[in-house]
C-alpha cells in the first residue's frame, strides 16, 4: 500500500520553528520529485515548495522564501520541510505530495500520492 504520512505539526508562537516530515511506505521517494500544500480554512490549496527527484533543485512560494527550506532523505525515504520564522498567517493544514510531474514551480507542482495532513497553528 503507497502510502504518505507527515509529521511534525503542532501549536507554535509568531517567529518559532518547526518541522515537517514526510515519511513515504510501499514505495521509494527517490524517483518522485516531492510538494509541500498548505491549506487554511476558507481558502484554496495553496503550493508551499516542491524538490526535484534528484535533489538539488527547489521552488518556494513567495509568501514562505527565505523562511522555509525543504529537504529530502531518500536513505530515510524521507522529505522534510523546515519553517522558521513562523506566521499566523502560515497556519493551515500543511500535506505532502509525490508526484512524477517535474518540480518547476511551488504552484505547478501536480502530486500523485497524497499524505493525510497535519495541522499547523502560529498564535500567541
Known amino acids: 500500500q503507497l502510502q504518505l504520512v507527515e509529521s511534525g505539526g503542532g501549536l507554535v508562537q509568531p517567529g518559532g520553528s518547526l518541522r515537517l516530515s514526510c515519511a513515504a511506505s510501499?514505495?521509494?521517494?527517490?524517483?518522485?520529485?516531492i510538494g509541500w500544500f498548505r491549506q487554511a480554512p476558507g481558502k484554496e490549496r495553496e503550493g508551499v515548495s516542491c524538490?526535484?527527484?534528484?535533489?538539488?533543485?527547489?521552488n518556494y512560494a513567495d509568501s514562505v522564501k527565505g523562511r522555509f527550506t525543504i529537504s529530502r532523505d531518500d536513505a530515510k525515504n524521507t522529505v522534510y520541510l523546515q519553517m522558521n520564522s513562523l506566521k499566523p498567517e502560515d497556519t493551515a493544514v500543511y500535506y505532502c505530495?509525490?508526484?512524477?510531474?517535474?518540480?518547476?514551480?511551488?504552484?505547478?507542482?501536480?502530486?500523485?500520492?497524497w499524505g493525510q495532513g497535519t495541522q499547523v497553528t502560529v498564535s500567541s
Open positions: 510501499g514505495f521509494t521517494l527517490d524517483y518522485y520529485a
Open positions: 505530495a509525490a508526484g512524477r510531474s517535474p518540480c518547476v514551480g511551488a504552484s505547478l507542482f501536480l502530486g500523485d500520492y
Open positions: 524538490i526535484r527527484s534528484s535533489g538539488g533543485s527547489t
